[in-house]
């Protein structure tokens, strides 16, 4: 559930020019540390295009490795270094996602959680801004809550 989430947040975000290396780079995903989807986020985008770029998926053990990437996924794994890997991602072009509580009140930009038993996400839209993301307004109003922004919620 959460891999396909993660392919519809890209088609929803613009990425400033410098994020790529010229027009025909693929859009990457990359996860730091263990693969918390076990192999189906490289199955679910194995062979997808956004906005006609390839899409890859990329594994990392630390967050320093993850040079190139557009979105970079922590897991609930990766706890401990959530803080850290915000900090040197903080400011490039890369929509980070994570999972663990308050992922998005920490300073990333999407943050899954469960209620109801149903997977939902929150969104920084400050922390976006700050990386020059710009989010939908579609995407925005899916979230369960927006964080910043100009209603300053």
């Given at each position: 559930?959460?891999?396909?989430?993660?392919f519809?947040?890209?088609?929803?975000?613009?990425?400033?020019?410098?994020?790529?290396?010229?027009?025909?780079?693929?859009?990457?995903?990359?996860?730091v540390?263990?693969?918390?989807?076990?192999?189906?986020?490289?199955?679910?985008?194995?062979?997808?295009?956004?906005?006609?770029?390839?899409?890859?998926?990329?594994?990392f053990?630390?967050?320093?490795?993850?040079?190139?990437?557009?979105?970079?996924f922590?897991?609930?794994?990766?706890k401990?270094?959530?803080?850290?890997?915000?900090?040197?991602?903080?400011?490039?072009?890369?929509?980070?996602?994570?999972?663990?509580?308050?992922?998005?009140?920490?300073g990333?930009?999407?943050?899954?959680?469960?209620?109801?038993?149903?997977?939902?996400f929150?969104?920084?839209?400050?922390?976006a801004?700050?990386?020059?993301?710009k989010?939908s307004?579609?995407?925005?109003?899916?979230?369960?809550?927006?964080?910043?922004?100009?209603?300053?919620?």
């Amino acid at each position: 559930m959460k891999a396909a989430f993660l392919f519809h947040f890209a088609q929803f975000i613009d990425w400033p020019p410098e994020a790529f290396k010229d027009g025909g780079s693929a859009l990457t995903y990359c996860t730091v540390g263990d693969d918390p989807f076990h192999g189906a986020l490289d199955a679910s985008l194995n062979g997808k295009t956004i906005d006609s770029r390839p899409v890859r998926v990329l594994h990392f053990k630390q967050t320093q490795e993850a040079q190139g990437c557009q979105v970079v996924f922590l897991g609930t794994a990766e706890k401990k270094f959530i803080s850290a890997a915000l900090a040197k991602l903080r400011g490039t072009p890369v929509l980070s996602v994570g999972e663990s509580e308050n992922f998005a009140h920490e300073g990333g930009m999407i943050g899954f959680f469960l209620e109801d038993k149903k997977v939902r996400f929150e969104i920084n839209l400050d922390a976006a801004a700050h990386a020059k993301l710009k989010i939908s307004a579609r995407l925005l109003a899916l979230a369960k809550t927006v964080i910043g922004g100009p209603k300053g919620t």
